[in-house]
């Protein structure tokens, strides 16, 4: 016999072996994890001893194949496959198809009832469990503070915040209609007031016409380098356009906070560009947002976007505790890390918590075009009664969380853009 042949034979057997053994392989990978039964704790063993662990920062989902090692006594077991994460206000979520099992910080554990259920509404995730990403807290260590951003952050005032969300809940501002076009302009005449390059570049929603509101302040030495701050304006009701919506969390607290931080940064020069904006048409699927990223692109801009931090809902506390969710992708935890440490550091009172299961807001058009990007959330939005309704009103509005988060932010924006001076005028002012 050809030793050749022999040997091409031996190669071919060898090759079947080996792909009708990854087959079966993935074939038993496959039922084991369908296998797992889950149990929801507060009290999780060491996570490294279980198939799969999950953390929703104040409790636990513990996995294990048959539940055989999980020690936590007589507590209701999930089969793993009817386990969902759903992003979103709990409001919206289906409880007909669903049962709530847990929701923390915008994510619900829902266990599926149906292997049915409607994904169209915009306002909602659907998430695998083996997509999902934890929910951790994220205990940063105060940095020794900057005088310079100090000076900035001791500007920031509450009540001025409070006294623009007022104003501009006075308008429903659904994304076509005339209050819309009224907030805008209110938006563009304070941009212009503060001697800032104000556009607002106008496109489509559906048949409406609507603006984004932008404002630049060119860096001094870095002018390539951009530093972004936004908020969508636009407001929804969960009745019709005839619904008034005044929209005093969702989003005039996120739309005043860009408009505070504008106000103090306009008084001093920075390395880096500054640019304000006010989006139009979030409620829609985040097209304000969306229409300035690909402007981006198209005049080649894009990869001088060095930060993007979006506000969403950054007004409202269910109990006092003040509690921030920074969101983004993983590419981008290096700048979550740097927002946690400068809230550790300037605004002290405020818990972060960090996920990466980045959705829903304006933060997405920049993440998923390559962008850094960061959105600021309250933790408890996924809670608040008035959200999308005519009852989201200024009264809700809690200005301790506010001050914190937009201190954080505006505490970041100056870290990274580096404003110039002031060093060397509190020297000569604070120790001549």
Not at 3 to 20: F, G, N, R, V
Not at 361 to 367: K, R
Not at 374 to 398: K, M
Request: charged letters at 15%.
């Amino acid at each position: 016999m050809n030793y050749t042949k022999i040997k091409l034979t031996a190669q071919l057997d060898s090759m079947k072996y080996t792909i009708i053994n990854s087959i079966l392989m993935s074939m038993v990978s496959s039922v084991t994890f369908a296998s797992l039964s889950c149990q929801l704790t507060t009290e999780p063993s060491n996570q490294d001893s279980h198939v799969r662990h999950w953390s929703f920062n104040d409790k636990h989902l513990i996995c294990d194949e048959y539940a055989q090692d999980l020690p936590f006594g007589n507590l209701e077991k999930y089969p793993l496959n009817d386990l969902l994460v759903i992003r979103g206000h709990i409001s919206e979520i289906n409880q007909a198809d669903f049962k709530l099992l847990h929701h923390y910080a915008g994510y619900s554990l829902v266990q599926q009832l149906s292997s049915h259920y409607d994904q169209s509404d915009e306002h909602l995730s659907f998430i695998p469990l083996d997509k999902f990403n934890s929910i951790n807290s994220f205990n940063a260590t105060a940095k020794m503070g900057s005088p310079d951003i100090q000076l900035l952050v001791d500007q920031v005032d509450p009540s001025r915040w409070l006294s623009d969300i007022t104003t501009l809940s006075s308008w429903s501002r659904q994304t076509g209609q005339p209050d819309n076009d009224s907030a805008a302009n209110w938006i563009a005449a304070k941009f212009n007031a503060l001697n800032f390059q104000v556009s607002l570049p106008s496109f489509q929603v559906g048949q409406n016409n609507t603006r984004n509101i932008m404002a630049i302040k060119t860096g001094s030495t870095r002018p390539d380098d951009w530093y972004l701050v936004g908020a969508h304006m636009d407001s929804t009701s969960s009745s019709d356009l005839q619904a008034n919506a005044p929209g005093a969390v969702d989003n005039a607290s996120g739309c005043a906070a860009v408009i505070e931080m504008a106000r103090i940064s306009s008084q001093y020069n920075f390395e880096g560009t500054l640019v304000f904006i006010c989006y139009s048409g979030e409620e829609q699927g985040l097209i304000g947002s969306e229409l300035h990223a690909d402007t981006l692109i198209n005049q080649g801009d894009d990869s001088k976007i060095k930060a993007a931090l979006t506000l969403d809902m950054v007004g409202y506390t269910s109990n006092n505790d003040h509690e921030l969710l920074l969101e983004s992708s993983a590419t981008y935890q290096s700048l979550m890390n740097e927002m946690a440490q400068n809230a550790a550091t300037y605004a002290p009172g405020l818990t972060i918590q960090t996920t990466t299961n980045y959705f829903g807001s304006d933060h997405v058009s920049y993440i998923d075009n390559g962008m850094p990007g960061v959105l600021s959330i309250d933790v408890d939005y996924d809670i608040y009664p008035g959200y999308h309704r005519s009852t989201d009103l200024p009264e809700n509005i809690n200005t301790t969380q506010g001050e914190y988060i937009i201190i954080t932010n505006l505490a970041t924006l100056v870290d990274k853009a580096v404003v110039l001076g002031l060093s060397d005028l509190i020297f000569i002012n604070g120790f001549d």
